[in-house]
């Protein structure tokens, strides 16, 4: 069998037994490469990586001076930019990318951009907040960074607002309990869903996590999107899942039914038609299984930071967002839960006037 070599692929062994991958030319910067050789994960990053190598090699030259088209080049370059993970790489480079194409300001001069035209931008993606307010997002970085490299001085984007966008659903009790009574133990389905719950990680972290990251009664992470390095106590309910779920040679916990690495969007895909199949509305999603895993934590009494301890998450204001009506209700319930108390002042004191 021929083996095909990347060019500026390093590989090594972490102290876990677990073989990692990053790129590199020459002394350049180290860009971390997911996944296992030949997966669509590692492939993408691996020609992201290639291609913004060489688009910033000194040959390289995109667009006129102070022109969007020069703007992104320089950013692709940056060390913001390569310090994001390739995961999060490919997504800021897409919808960058786009920007520019349907918006056809590649040729247009940064300084030149006003309010106005950001307001236009946003407003023509008006049927899809979530790309919209994705769209303002990324004009914000790109902005921000030309005034750090003084393209401008003024900001367009400032105070721009963004669409109101529904939220993932949290999924509830009942509905974990029906797909778990759909989907037995000894499952594929049925173990990728104890991951995802029972950890509080994102899909991508999820669908990559192997044998070699158990660490005795934990499993140990690193997030792909945040570097995050994480030591998750093994819940005795995943525990159980895990145990039911055979080892594969691969070291992967999850494999497709080819016996192969899911990709981001194979994973997605394939939790997708589970949920439906166990007969769970529309609303209930792969991602709100993270929010369930905070909801649960927060109801258990757990403190931001405690649930941020699992989740990743380095902002409390993410946690207090996934968390809210899990809060709510505690408050809700001690509120209603004085009026006992009162009531039984207001009879006391009546029957003190009766007596009277």
């Not at 907040?129 to 790109?142: C, F, M, R, S, Y």
């Not at 669409?163 to 009790?173: K, Q």
């Not at 509120?335 to 004191?349: F, T, W």
């Amino acid at each position: 069998m021929s083996v095909v070599r990347l060019r500026h692929v390093d590989r090594f062994v972490d102290r876990h037994g677990r073989a990692r991958h990053y790129f590199r030319r020459g002394k350049g910067v180290r860009i971390v490469l997911p996944g296992h050789p030949g997966s669509e994960d590692f492939m993408l990053a691996y020609q992201a990586a290639l291609a913004g190598d060489e688009v910033c090699g000194p040959r390289a030259q995109r667009g006129d001076p102070g022109t969007f088209d020069r703007l992104v080049q320089d950013y692709f370059c940056s060390a913001n930019f390569l310090a994001l993970s390739p995961s999060s790489q490919q997504p800021y480079r897409l919808v960058m990318e786009r920007l520019l194409r349907d918006e056809k300001i590649g040729h247009r001069l940064v300084s030149q951009m006003t309010r106005q035209h950001v307001q236009q931008i946003v407003g023509r993606r008006a049927a899809t907040p979530g790309a919209a307010n994705d769209v303002l997002k990324k004009l914000k970085i790109l902005i921000h960074f030309a005034i750090d490299n003084g393209w401008r001085k003024d900001d367009p984007t400032l105070r721009i607002k963004k669409f109101g966008s529904g939220e993932f659903h949290t999924w509830t009790d009942e509905e974990i309990t029906q797909y778990e009574a759909h989907w037995p133990v000894g499952s594929r389905e049925r173990t990728a869903f104890a991951l995802l719950l029972f950890t509080g990680q994102r899909a991508s972290d999820v669908k990559g996590m192997s044998w070699a990251d158990l660490d005795g009664a934990a499993i140990q992470v690193v997030q792909g999107k945040t570097n995050e390095k994480l030591w998750i106590p093994l819940h005795a309910s995943l525990g159980a899942v895990l145990d039911g779920w055979p080892r594969r040679d691969v070291g992967l916990m999850l494999v497709t039914s080819f016996g192969k690495s899911f990709s981001d969007k194979g994973f997605s895909n394939f939790m997708a038609d589970k949920i439906g199949e166990a007969g769970l509305p529309d609303r209930c999603v792969t991602h709100g299984l993270r929010k369930a895993a905070a909801r649960r934590l927060a109801e258990a009494g757990c403190s931001s930071k405690e649930i941020a301890s699992i989740t990743g998450h380095r902002t409390l204001k993410e946690i207090e967002r996934y968390t809210r009506a899990a809060e709510q209700r505690k408050l809700a319930t001690a509120a209603i839960g004085r009026l006992p108390k009162q009531d039984a002042n207001k009879n006391s004191q009546t029957s003190r006037k009766v007596w009277e």
